[in-house]
């Protein structure tokens, strides 16, 4: 009896290899536009950037024309009174803003984090809106918050300094001391949101045990809590003195007369035209916020390779409250 031999189709050969063989070369084609595709954004992200850093070296007096590679500019921008005058600015800006808004945002996170539930989302949400908010409606906000403020609190400053006899009153106006507390607004909740991501994954048995070894709750939070929140509040410090040392926009809304920043200064600049040292001290803030990112990321790294263990530090102490046993 013959075997049943499955029908072909007209030509003779089966369409299921054939177009296996079609799908995986158009597979390759899409993969290939899509690999293309990524290689041309990124082109088209950091090649001005590299061009801006390559011409910074530049020993010829026009930006455009590479006439051999020179850091006489790198020098000339370091000489600059009013480039030093606004990067010492800068500084003071972003330090302060970095030391007020760790402070305030591990503060309100180890606060939401004992909250109900009702209370803590809303509070995240609030969180989360002040940091989607764009960055000119923050600085018309501050602005506008300013004035008013100003406004009513010189009246009654002067009539104090007149009852007291002190003299001339001072006058409160828009300073760095405007800038700083426009910027500590929104770098508070990206502290925020990273010591709260934290708090999110730590063990909650290392305070647990705390708690039963009779541990206070200042000690606890000294020797349990803060040493694994370390590295989330030396990454949100270290992110909120990055945006504080790079932004343009809101400090542009509130600076005081005659003291502007870094950014201020480098687009007051280029109104007059770009020059080499323009790239110069583009290179050197793009040099200090890759260097500060960096070591944010390292901190952020050593925080997610063990989110649960408590360090090294703080262990001595667990063990000798609990008697040398096992926590």
Do not use: C, K
């Not at 006439?67 to 800068?90: H, K, Q, V």
């Not at 045990?209 to 020797?223: E, G």
């Amino acid at each position: 009896m013959s075997e049943a031999r499955t029908p072909r189709p007209a030509g003779g050969r089966s369409s299921g290899p054939s177009r296996a063989r079609n799908g995986d070369r158009l597979g390759r084609w899409v993969d290939r536009a899509f690999r293309g595709q990524a290689v041309l954004l990124y082109l088209f992200l950091y090649v001005p950037i590299g061009l801006v850093v390559l011409f910074s070296f530049n020993a010829g007096e026009r930006t455009g024309e590479l006439r051999g590679l020179s850091l006489r500019w790198y020098g000339r921008a370091l000489s600059d009174e009013f480039a030093l005058s606004a990067l010492g600015n800068s500084l003071i800006v972003g330090a302060w803003t970095s030391v007020l808004a760790t402070t305030i945002g591990t503060m309100t996170a180890l606060a939401v984090n004992r909250a109900a539930r009702p209370i803590r989302v809303a509070l995240e949400a609030l969180t989360y809106v002040a940091i989607i908010i764009p960055g000119i409606v923050i600085g018309i906000a501050t602005l506008i918050f300013y004035v008013n403020a100003f406004s009513w609190l010189n009246p009654w400053l002067a009539y104090a300094w007149g009852v007291l006899g002190l003299g001339d009153p001072p006058v409160l106006q828009s300073g760095l001391h405007t800038i700083i507390g426009a910027h500590v607004v929104f770098t508070m909740a990206i502290v925020f949101v990273i010591v709260r991501a934290r708090l999110a994954g730590m063990d909650r048995s290392l305070v647990e045990a705390s708690a039963d070894l009779y541990a206070t709750p200042w000690r606890t939070l000294r020797q349990v809590t803060f040493p694994q929140l370390r590295p989330a509040v030396l990454a949100g410090a270290l992110l909120s003195f990055t945006f504080s040392f790079d932004d343009y926009i809101i400090a542009s809304f509130v600076q005081g007369p005659g003291q502007s920043t870094l950014p201020l200064y480098v687009f007051g600049s280029i109104r007059r035209g770009i020059t080499p040292q323009i790239n110069a001290i583009a290179s050197m803030i793009l040099a200090i916020t890759l260097t500060v990112l960096s070591v944010a990321y390292v901190a952020w790294r050593r925080q997610t390779v063990h989110p649960g263990r408590l360090p090294a530090e703080a262990e001595p102490e667990l063990q000798l409250a609990s008697g040398g046993r096992d926590v």
